[in-house]
């Protein structure tokens, strides 16, 4: 979810875990032991747990974070680490971030999760320790809550404005998984466990360090009281209600076209230099064309992406095209269309990319002045044969959803094909 920011580093070879590597003109450096980890970044006070695992493919080391989720996990593979001195750099994904660690002892690391696209760049200290282990260390086992189910919930952020969510939770035996869908998108896989009478769950996808904390009330035990940690210092408050109308707006009435208006009239640059995009263009002429906004920043475009990358592959030869409009963290062309040429590589995207704007309301509200009431990345525009606009779905339920994601997935090929049918 995101409403409305990589260099890429050489691998260094580790051919075995009892050895060090070393970089031209550096000293040895540290050796990511092959296995599984688990790690902890030390925020507000907290500990938000992950896990990841070191493997080493053609003789290199690769990380995949993991999380798991309602329906299985994801396993996000960062394979340009660059060791140099006594530190290795991680780079996480397609994100404009990375894990800098150096070794702490036998099997343990310490350094930082550096987020450099944010405002003001910063970094949050790391422990990581080598071999199995929960997400979660356990604790009073003998007594557990019970969190599994559909919970209305109403979150409060620190200026005490409110926004509604859906949380859907699955316990067995102690173990959670889970996650919350919002207005504008979904907290993607979240994990963890019951803790007594305390729910814990947690998230890091390189992108965001999500950490949610709960209790249930003891008289009704139907209410949850609750705690949001995001990153450094983001922080809400929440509250949930088991059962009842657990619904949200409707998310093809949020944004639409204003009075007057039936298309969208753009030109924007291609990730590649010297071409441009526009909906005119001969190419997309006759045919269904879906306009994607994103930002390669942002977690849950990119699992709009991972879905609509073969899903176009497959239905090209429809008479379908498909347009990714970019809104990045940096107003600099050059590194915009880096950052979005670097997704397009990572996530085998053949359709054609723009770079559209910067990541915020306002650079799409001026960028797409047809729109109305944007709210969230992403964003997906549906445009008929003649080029009018004929519904806009505002954020993406995705595969940590579960059942959610799969009704998403139904509802997109339904409106393509009811389109294509025209």
């Known amino acids: 979810m995101a409403t409305a920011a990589l260099g890429l580093g050489a691998c260094q070879s580790n051919t075995s875990p009892a050895t060090e590597t070393s970089t031209p003109g550096g000293t040895a450096a540290p050796v990511l032991t092959p296995g599984p980890w688990r790690g902890v970044l030390a925020a507000q006070g907290r500990e938000i747990p992950f896990l990841f695992e070191v493997k080493t493919e053609a003789g290199k080391p690769v990380v995949y974070l993991i999380n798991k989720g309602l329906d299985g996990e994801e396993r996000l593979r960062c394979e340009e680490i660059l060791s140099a001195g006594d530190s290795t750099?991680?780079?996480?994904?397609?994100?404009?971030?990375?894990?800098?660690?150096?070794?702490?002892?036998?099997n343990k690391l310490k350094g930082h999760w550096v987020k450099y696209d944010a405002k003001t760049p910063y970094h949050v200290p790391?422990?990581?320790?080598?071999?199995?282990?929960?997400?979660?260390?356990?604790?009073?086992?003998?007594?557990?809550?019970?969190?599994?189910?559909?919970?209305?919930?109403?979150?409060?952020?620190?200026?005490?404005?409110?926004?509604?969510?859906?949380?859907?939770?699955?316990?067995?035996?102690?173990?959670?998984?889970?996650?919350?869908?919002?207005?504008?998108?979904?907290?993607?896989?979240?994990?963890?466990?019951?803790?007594?009478?305390?729910?814990?769950?947690?998230?890091?996808?390189?992108?965001?360090?999500?950490?949610?904390?709960?209790?249930?009330?003891?008289?009704?035990?139907?209410?949850?009281h609750g705690d949001f940690y995001s990153g450094k210092a983001g922080h809400e408050t929440w509250t949930a209600r088991l059962g009842g109308p657990a619904k949200l707006p409707d998310a093809d009435a949020l944004t639409y076209l204003k009075k007057g208006e039936s298309r969208l009239n753009f030109k924007f640059p291609n990730v590649f230099e010297g071409g441009a995009i526009s909906p005119t263009d001969p190419k997309y002429q006759g045919k269904v064309v879906v306009l994607q906004i994103l930002g390669s920043w942002c977690p849950n475009c990119l699992d709009e992406t991972n879905f609509l990358a073969p899903w176009y592959e497959k239905n090209k030869a429809r008479g379908v095209e498909v347009i990714g409009l970019g809104y990045e963290r940096s107003a600099d062309y050059k590194v915009a269309s880096a950052r979005l040429r670097n997704m397009r590589t990572r996530l085998n995207v053949g359709y054609d990319v723009a770079v559209a704007g910067v990541s915020n309301k306002d650079s799409v509200a001026k960028s797409l002045p047809q729109l109305a009431k944007f709210l969230a990345f992403p964003t997906t525009i549906f445009l008929d044969k003649k080029g009018n606009v004929r519904k806009i779905h505002t954020g993406f339920a995705g595969p940590g959803t579960g059942k959610y994601y799969q009704e998403e997935i139904a509802a997109f090929n339904q409106e393509v094909d009811k389109l294509l049918k025209e």
């Open 89 to 106: 750099t991680i780079r996480l994904h397609v994100f404009d971030a990375a894990l800098v660690v150096r070794t702490d002892g036998p």
């Open 126 to 224: 790391l422990t990581a320790a080598q071999g199995p282990q929960p997400l979660f260390p356990p604790t009073d086992r003998n007594s557990r809550a019970e969190f599994g189910g559909t919970w209305q919930t109403t979150f409060t952020d620190e200026t005490g404005t409110k926004y509604p969510a859906v949380g859907i939770f699955k316990q067995t035996n102690g173990e959670v998984t889970g996650t919350f869908l919002t207005t504008t998108g979904d907290y993607r896989y979240l994990s963890g466990d019951v803790n007594g009478q305390e729910l814990r769950l947690a998230t890091f996808d390189g992108s965001h360090a999500f950490l949610f904390t709960a209790t249930r009330n003891s008289d009704t035990n139907t209410i949850i």
